[in-house]
């Protein structure tokens, strides 16, 4: 692989370039071609490595137990998030180091806005998930295989050595559920620990909780999909169930991994004030008023492509509910230039961090406090 002889900021990356891109954004074939000839992609993956987290049933079945599905997967077939296989009896992940996305991110696009604001990441996702929201907006990598899509080969120690190279201090694992190339993120995670590179997640929380609990000593910050807040809604939207997603966020919280949560909007779905309300409620009651909630504006995509953009109107409104719930830090997402975008201290109600779109452009927080009136601000600063 091809890696500069000194590093160089990515300002300045750029700049050498001549490229101007977009919120900050490298694309996938701009950043596959910039790293040489080892980076090339082939369509498929590289070789099966061995599963964690399941067990041998009779008949050359295995169960898989590392997410609530725990599919039993007869010889020769694939768990439901089509990126484990059973082969003769022993199950296997067809994606460790055999990413199809790999890019540089604001870490504001994950979106986590407590945690190293106006930094970067270096995101990356694999082939397949273990849900199947109609509103998926990745659903052509969420909902293939890893023999659909175009992979390029790094290893944990080549991801780790782009991060150190490009000055990202923190590897994203996003775009489709991590919990689906859980062998390969943790590889990577613990090898970034040891390189002083922080770990984030953006997550649909669908993990059991022995995989989850050894994951979380090597993750700092989480952005967790709470996409409802009804049984009936996530059965009929995204094919899984509330309950484990809710474990999921309290397991977090509890072990002091820094929490967001992202609620997507959704039209004559997930839009009442009364779901809303609740979901509040148990934000507030479970976790706490701390937690930035991030409400998100839904655009029509995949199989929901008969509903209208959420109204912006409906997000203040939901925002309104979670202000009048007591939550602290509300924000409004996909609506570029909107105040609810920023950061506001609780106290003096005076801009913390300054937003547009993913550009921070000023941040008033100074050793975890308000620049202002010295409040205590939440989040992962440094």
């Not at 041998?56 to 484990?84: H, I, T, W, Y």
Request: proline share 6%; glycine share 6%; with cysteine.
């Amino acid at each position: 692989m091809f890696f500069l002889e000194q590093p160089i900021t990515r300002r300045q990356f750029l700049k050498g370039l001549g490229i101007i891109t977009l919120g900050g954004l490298f694309s996938k074939e701009i950043f596959k071609n910039l790293m040489a000839k080892e980076l090339e992609t082939t369509t498929g993956f590289i070789k099966p490595s061995p599963a964690l987290y399941y067990k041998k049933m009779d008949g050359k079945k295995v169960q898989c137990l590392l997410c609530p599905r725990e599919c039993v997967v007869p010889a020769d077939n694939k768990g439901f998030c089509r990126s484990r296989k059973n082969i003769n009896g022993d199950y296997y992940t067809l994606v460790h180091s055999n990413p199809c996305v790999v890019h540089i991110d604001p870490i504001e696009k994950k979106p986590l806005f407590h945690f190293l604001p106006g930094t970067t990441a270096l995101s990356l996702a694999t082939a397949g998930c273990n849900f199947t929201c109609k509103n998926c907006q990745n659903w052509d990598i969420s909902q293939a295989s890893p023999e659909q899509t175009d992979n390029i080969e790094i290893s944990p120690q080549k991801m780790v050595k782009l991060a150190v190279q490009y000055q990202t201090p923190t590897i994203a694992y996003t775009y489709t559920e991590p919990s689906i190339f859980f062998e390969y993120m943790l590889d990577i995670a613990k090898l970034a620990h040891k390189n002083g590179i922080s770990n984030i997640y953006h997550s649909n929380g669908y993990l059991n909780q022995k995989p989850l609990e050894e994951l979380i000593p090597y993750l700092d910050g989480a952005n967790v999909d709470l996409k409802g807040f009804s049984e009936d809604f996530y059965k009929d939207i995204t094919g899984g169930t509330l309950a484990p997603v809710l474990n999921t966020l309290k397991t977090l919280k509890k072990n002091g991994v820094w929490l967001e949560i992202t609620n997507l909007v959704i039209p004559t779905k997930n839009d009442t004030e009364k779901m809303i309300k609740d979901m509040c409620e148990w934000i507030k009651n479970e976790l706490g008023c701390e937690v930035p909630v991030h409400f998100s504006r839904f655009y029509p995509q995949y199989k929901l492509q008969n509903l209208s953009p959420t109204p912006i109107e409906t997000l203040q409104k939901a925002a309104k509910i979670a202000r009048k719930t007591k939550l602290l830090y509300i924000y409004i997402g996909n609506v570029p230039g909107i105040k609810e975008e920023s950061t506001y201290c609780p106290k003096c109600k005076k801009i913390l961090i300054e937003r547009k779109g993913y550009d921070v452009r000023q941040i008033n927080i100074i050793d975890g406090k308000c620049k202002f009136c010295k409040q205590n601000i939440p989040g992962h600063w440094k």
